[in-house]
T-cell receptor, first 113, second 114 residues
Framework: GENVEQHPSTLSVQEGDSAVIKCTYSDSASNYFPWYKQELGKRPQLIIDIRSNVGEKKDQRIAVTLNKTAKHFSLHITETQPEDSAVYFCAATSGAGSYQLTFGKGTKLSVIP | NAGVTQTPKFRILKIGQSMTLQCTQDMNHNYMYWYRQDPGMGLKLIYYSVGAGITDKGEVPNGYNVSRSTTEDFPLRLELAAPSQTSVYFC?????????????FGPGTRLTVL
């Protein structure tokens, strides 16, 4: 089955700096890669996603890149703000019919004011 | 729309007790999922359903059971609770069709087994 590795597990940045979180996946059939943000005690919420036929997608300060050949994708957050502090999860579709998502273990991002 | 709702929010069980975690969505989504989230770990799929009357095992199904009698409801049953089932449980749903549709999560149920 699909295996998703996520690095780093923790990341501290100064406010205004950029943050990069990287994920690799194992199943070449995966075709959809969402990123979720989870604040303490809350539910995961989708912040950006990318399909396998796209190399990069940007939404204001957040961007995601995908390298299908190398089977890795990354989340880039620019001009970080304290409210960006949260746990971020990457995921990739898996299973027959791509009904399922396999999640990485998460990255705890701390933005220091 | 209320989205995905879960009850209860918190529960403490004794070893060997049973309980049902409730999940309801009002978005007419065919696909529903149950995940558990342990500290420092990602979300692991317990069971999923692609429609009423259809359920299938995920990565960590042991100790759990599900049913899907309606489109809206997807309850998760714990039989003979064990300390290893202490976790936060999230229910999620998404539209059917292609694989690009967003999964929407419920607020979670924090379960402690003592």
């Amino acid at each position: 089955g699909e295996n998703v590795e996520q690095h780093p597990s923790t990341l501290s940045v100064q406010e205004g700096d950029s943050a990069v979180i990287k994920c690799t996946y194992s199943d070449s059939a995966s075709n959809y890669f969402p990123w979720y943000k989870q604040e303490l005690g809350k539910r995961p919420q989708l912040i950006i996603d990318i399909r396998s036929n796209v190399g990069e997608k940007k939404d204001q300060r957040i961007a995601v890149t995908l390298n299908k050949t190398a089977k890795h994708f990354s989340l880039h957050i620019t001009e970080t703000q304290p409210e960006d502090s949260a746990v971020y999860f990457c995921a990739a579709t898996s299973g027959a019919g791509s009904y399922q998502l396999t999640f990485g273990k998460g990255t705890k991002l701390s933005v220091i004011p | 729309n209320a989205g995905v709702t879960q009850t209860p929010k918190f529960r403490i069980l004794k070893i060997g007790q049973s309980m049902t975690l409730q999940c309801t969505q009002d978005m007419n989504h065919n696909y529903m999922y149950w995940y558990r989230q342990d500290p420092g770990m990602g979300l692991k799929l317990i069971y999923y359903s692609v429609g009423a009357g259809i359920t299938d095992k995920g990565e960590v199904p042991n100790g759990y059971n599900v049913s899907r009698s309606t489109t809206e409801d997807f309850p998760l049953r714990l039989e003979l609770a064990a300390p290893s089932q202490t976790s936060v449980y999230f229910c999620a749903s998404r539209n059917s069709g292609n694989s690009y549709n967003e999964q929407f999560f419920g607020p979670g149920t924090r379960l402690t087994v003592l």
